[in-house]
């Protein structure tokens, strides 16, 4: 029968492991400081809206409930809280908004209500509260449509489908054509194989318009050196914002600046050859910072989030908050 391993056994590599988490840390601090400063600097400003504050997994999250009024409170909690904290947090917001949506509904539904009379003066005047699929229907049979700009209209019609149709001299419609693809699905294919992703310096995203370099209102050929892959922000960018964009005889692509500046196209990150922590690891002797088995050791005792009084407190900060209450639970027991 083997024996098991003595205590001591254990401990050794048991702070080694929890030392180098705290030095895992120390880097990580590093780099979110090295960020920090980037963002402030502006280093972001090439076509993208900000640099990130929160990870893909927390914001994922928050955009299941987020709105107008709601989403400076969500970003503190994402900021606040673990990946898995926000996660239940959110599920419990929706829940709630869900519960207050059909309360208003309700009280929408009590409150519908449409007079229409004949005045003085024969007009016919209409007056009512209508909800909001019947009001929805309303506006849409009055044509209460929004316009849109000249560049927006281009950049839906960069890779969208046409339909001709000629008009007499009175306006009237004489003849609608058959309606046909900008892109073809052949030349659709041949455009992601060479491009594969956004070309946008810097962007990999998979989900893409077929932009026009020339637009074809303007004479632009719908050919493979005419068309460039980017994504739907960066599609915007370029016809909105004032990038442009040009595609060499072998593909290439080369995007300028609204301020008529070159935006070069990243570097490969560099390769490193030493240890993965040796450059902070060399620092923290003089930055006195000293780092042992327990210097990572959360205060946290493994208490349970109580999500329902979380979502309370934050769902609808200016009414009454409940008195939170606390249940008696056994501490998690601190490793060493």
Known sequence: MQCPPSFSAIQS?????????????????????????????????????????????????????????????????????????????????????????????????????????IDDDGMVVIRGRLSPEVGAVLRRALEDGAGVSAETSRRLACDAATLTMRHGASGQILNIGRKTRTISPALRRALTTRDRHCRFPGCSAGHCDAHHVRHW?????????????LCRRHHRAVHEEGFTVRVGATGEAAFVRPDKQPLQNLPAPPRWQGGALAPTLDRLPGDEIAISPHTAMPHWHGERLDEGWAVSVLWRPRESVPTRRFTTARPASRRV
Not at 30 to 56: A, T
Not at 61 to 67: E, L
Not at 89 to 95: G, K
Not at 217 to 229: E, F, I, S, Y
Request: proline letters at 2%.
């Open 217 to 229: 209102a303007n004479g632009g050929p719908t050919k493979l050196d005419n068309l460039v892959l």
């Open 13 to 117: 590599p048991g702070h080694a492991i929890t030392e180098l988490s705290s030095r895992i840390d120390a880097v990580t601090y590093e780099l979110l400081v090295l960020i920090r400063e980037f963002d402030e600097r502006g280093g972001w400003n090439n076509g993208f809206r900000k640099c990130g504050e929160i990870s893909y997994s927390k914001a994922r999250a928050i955009t299941r409930v987020a709105t107008s009024a709601n989403e400076h409170t969500l970003l503190d909690v994402a900021r606040c809280g673990t990946a898995a904290h926000v996660e239940r947090i959110m599920r419990v917001w929706r829940q709630t908004d869900r519960g207050a949506e059909a309360a208003d509904e309700k009280r929408r539904h009590r409150t519908r209500q449409l007079q229409t009379w």
